[in-house]
């Protein structure tokens, strides 16, 4: 079945220590979002990819990073996690273009334990 | 005030209730609307996307209310496996998403 895969499911990391994660899709969509999101809160977007080109939303903080080396990867890298960066982090695709309706698909995150 | 606002809730209704949901946004230029459903400690999932002339999908119905700018779910006939959060999704141009915090829902018996 086509979807949206996240490894690993469960990370933990120590504070400061430099961590990774990663998603990927065989939808062939060509957007690829990272989301935040922590206990009753909204998922918050931290940056997306449509096709090669990367947008950071404003408030994203320096601390995370991404990397988009092909159509079906992306990645999530935090470079020094603090204990406020524990949370779950939702990868998301969507296809976009003319007559789609842009519908977005998660993967089943990804939850940062940050000790 | 928020971009996309929601009330938390938690809505606690009996089985075979309807219920309502509201979720107002503040871009008068946003085009594309959807509700998602996201189980406790689960990724969201597409519920239905809101078309401007209102849609239905079995016992759920969406509206979109562009003078007010808000957009509602009515849920009929609840269910127990309806207890979820559902989420409220506007985008701001074609593509970019915002999400509100989501409205808990709980069904009792």
């Known amino acids: 079945d086509a979807m949206v895969i996240q490894n690993p499911r469960y990370q933990v990391t120590q504070f400061g220590k430099p961590v990774t994660l990663s998603c990927s899709q065989t939808?062939?969509?060509?957007?690829m979002y990272w989301y935040q999101q922590k206990s009753s809160q909204a998922p918050k977007l931290l940056f997306h990819y449509y096709d090669k080109d990367f947008n950071n939303e404003a408030d994203t903080p320096d601390n995370f990073q991404s990397r988009r080396p092909n159509t079906s990867f992306c990645f999530l890298d935090i470079r020094s996690p603090g204990l406020g960066d524990a949370a779950m982090y939702l990868c998301a695709t969507s296809r976009v273009g003319q007559g789609t309706r842009n519908e977005q698909f998660f993967g089943p995150g990804t939850r940062l334990t940050v000790l | 005030r928020k971009e996309v606002e929601q009330d938390p809730g938690p809505f606690n209704v009996p089985e075979g209730a309807t219920v309502a949901f509201n979720c107002t946004y503040s871009?008068?230029?946003?085009?594309?609307f959807f509700w998602y459903r996201q189980d406790c400690r689960k990724e969201p999932k597409l519920l239905m996307s809101v078309y401007s002339s209102g849609n239905e999908d079995g016992r759920f119905t969406a509206q979109l209310n562009r003078a007010s700018q808000y957009i509602s779910l009515l849920i009929r006939d609840s269910k127990l496996s309806d207890s979820a959060t559902y989420l409220c999704v506007v985008y701001r141009g074609s593509y970019i998403p915002t999400f509100g915090r989501g409205t808990s829902l709980i069904v009792h018996p």
């Open positions: 939808l062939n969509h060509n957007v």
């Open positions: 871009n008068s230029a946003s085009q594309s």
